[in-house]
């Protein structure tokens, strides 16, 4: 990646949005930041206009000319703000969330415009794509509707999404090979096929609407043992403590349910997920060289007894 990458792209996505804004008047008569102020007042309950001015990082005296305009228009009214007496509340008139409600019609007819030109199978990716950027230029932490972490059960195709996010995960992070993929292949069609609800279970960690996590709890060889399996953080949503609160599931579950133990098996190379166990009260069993998915690794099981720790 490049500055001349970037450049390239923006060149050209500004291509594609400014034909389809001129050719279809998408902001007449307003121009692009007025159709930007439009859209936030109409789309926010209350605001005032230091809220404005943050949220859309304008300049205070083109806001002020902004504003005053759609006043003498009979777009906006003014008021104390409920929020800041010293502050001034925001809001549409009829006519305001008319101008708005029309934007946003051409809005939505210029986005399915753009989008009919796109097969139905690429539009998954084309909509991942643009989440990956938003996350990487520094979204991640406020993308719209993000709120808190999640964990649910699986939806239909997160037990796939589990087996193509490993592989290509610990592919891209440590080089292993499809012999990994195969493996988690493997333990997920077991669960699949027959698995026992009342004592196993798979947690998806959810943020912004999409999976960033998951783990596993099902039952050992061993009597009154659990085994936790495939806990995975998507790269972009760590530092969030969603491995903790998958973790955390876990033991919960596994003590709820009446198991004794608590049982996992992972490699030294997985050092944040190693920190995670000892958090939570893991102790190292065993461990042994072995030569696994296209790496020379040092494999560890790690167990904790559920009834000899108050976690």
Not at 130 to 140: H, P, Q, V, Y
């Amino acid at each position: 990646m490049t500055v001349q990458d970037i450049r390239a792209f923006n060149r050209f996505y500004t291509n594609v949005i400014g034909a389809l804004d001129y050719g279809r008047h998408l902001y007449a008569p307003y121009t692009l930041t007025e159709a930007r102020v439009l859209y936030e007042l109409a789309h926010s309950a209350d605001t005032d206009a230091a809220d404005l001015r943050a949220d859309l990082a304008l300049d205070a005296g083109y806001l002020s000319r902004i504003l005053n305009k759609f006043e003498e228009a009979g777009l906006i009214e003014r008021a104390p703000s409920r929020k800041d007496p010293r502050r001034r509340r925001v809001s549409l008139t009829a006519d305001g969330r008319s101008a708005a409600g029309l934007l946003d019609e051409r809005a939505r007819e210029t986005v399915d415009s753009l989008l009919g030109a796109v097969a139905p199978g690429e539009r998954p990716r084309l909509a991942e794509a643009m989440r990956a950027i938003r996350t990487i230029l520094g979204d991640a932490h406020t993308p719209d509707g993000a709120g808190e972490v999640v964990l649910r059960e699986p939806h239909p195709g997160d037990l796939g999404w589990i087996v193509q996010r490993n592989a290509a995960l610990y592919a891209a992070e440590y080089g292993w090979n499809t012999d990994y993929e195969g493996l988690v292949a493997r333990i997920i069609a077991d669960y699949a096929e027959d698995h026992d609800p009342h004592l196993e279970r798979v947690w998806i960690a959810e943020w912004a609407g999409r999976p960033m996590g998951c783990v596993m709890c099902v039952r050992d060889d061993a009597p009154g043992t659990a085994r936790l399996r495939l806990l995975l953080v998507e790269p972009e949503a760590r530092g969030l403590g969603i491995g903790d609160r998958l973790v955390t599931a876990v033991i919960g579950f596994a003590r709820g349910v009446g198991y004794r133990d608590l049982v996992l098996w992972t490699n030294d190379v997985l050092a944040a997920a190693r920190r995670i166990y000892q958090r939570h009260g893991f102790v190292l069993a065993a461990e042994r060289p072995h030569r696994s998915f296209g790496k020379d690794l040092v494999g560890q099981d790690w167990r904790l007894d559920l009834h000899g720790t108050g976690r």
